[in-house]
């Protein structure tokens, strides 16, 4: 027997139905994923049919006509207009000048709105898609939920949405940085075994200490108990050239602090 999917009391559901059922707006629904009332799926449908009807009655409509055509048809017709209405046809340009400056006025300012709504949502898209990859990543190496605002900031001033997908810049925000073999750009993942490395607070302790061992890949070790060898008080070939071969993103990195 199909199952029903509302009732108006619990009373009404058969036994063995009711773990099937929540209560939801004063009545008992069928709880399951992706299932949607007759009613209001009928309607949908309706409206769907009646949109679809509209649109082809429109599009046999104006089938055959220029748009642009007709906007300078239109013109023509309103510089007539007011040459009838006893203007000179050397002052209509002028006022259909003004007109048009009106009018691009009021057309900017919308623009604007819609310019500022669009960066709005596209910043809050961006630092959803990238706080749902680090903590997804971060969570696994094992961040502490207090940390989680703490990485996520940091994530946003690193990575932007480049073609729908997270890409790391440098401080300036314009120039790629590059993950571990210095070819390609860097991914979340190396970014936040990084984080474990240099932020290990973040993480808790147990994750934290193998965590950064594997992330530095011996990086800790080539910097010469953490000197910078770009530095030139502390400049050392030997070990620039070590920490190239094993870290090539921490090398950029320290040669661009040095």
């Not at 009404?12 to 009332?37: C, H, K, M, N, T």
């Not at 409206?47 to 089938?63: G, H, P, S």
């Not at 709105?113 to 990543?137: F, K, M, N, P, Y």
């Not at 997908?165 to 790629?176: H, I, K, Q």
Request: aromatic share 6%.
């Amino acid at each position: 027997m199909a199952l029903k999917y509302k009732f108006k009391t619990r009373e009404e559901i058969p036994a063995e139905q009711q773990p099937f059922y929540s209560e939801r707006d004063g009545a008992w629904v069928l709880d399951a994923e992706g299932v949607v009332e007759k009613g209001k799926l009928d309607e949908f449908r309706s409206t769907n049919v009646a949109l679809i009807k509209e649109r082809d009655e429109m599009k046999q409509r104006f089938e055959g006509i220029d748009p642009d055509e007709v906007r300078n048809l239109m013109e023509e017709k309103r510089k007539l207009e007011l040459v009838a209405q006893g203007h000179k046809p050397e002052e209509v340009d002028k006022i259909v000048e003004n007109r048009v400056k009106g009018l691009k006025a009021d057309w900017d300012k919308q623009l604007s709105s819609v310019t500022s709504e669009r960066d709005a949502l596209t910043a809050r898209l961006t630092a959803i898609q990238i706080d749902q990859g680090v903590l997804t990543t971060a969570t696994k190496r094992g961040l502490r939920p207090t940390a989680i605002p703490d990485i996520t900031s940091r994530a946003r001033s690193i990575f932007k949405l480049v073609n729908g997908a997270p890409r790391a810049f440098e401080a300036d925000g314009e120039t790629v940085r590059y993950g571990k073999d210095g070819v390609t750009p860097m991914t979340l993942e190396e970014w936040v075994d990084m984080q474990v490395s240099e932020a290990p607070h973040l993480f808790e302790s147990n994750t934290g200490g193998g965590a950064a061992g594997n992330a530095s890949g011996g990086g800790g070790s080539a910097t010469g108990a953490h000197k910078n060898p770009f530095r030139k008080e502390s400049w050392n070939l030997t070990e620039q050239m070590k920490l190239q071969k094993s870290d090539p993103a921490l090398a950029a990195r320290l040669r661009a602090a040095g």
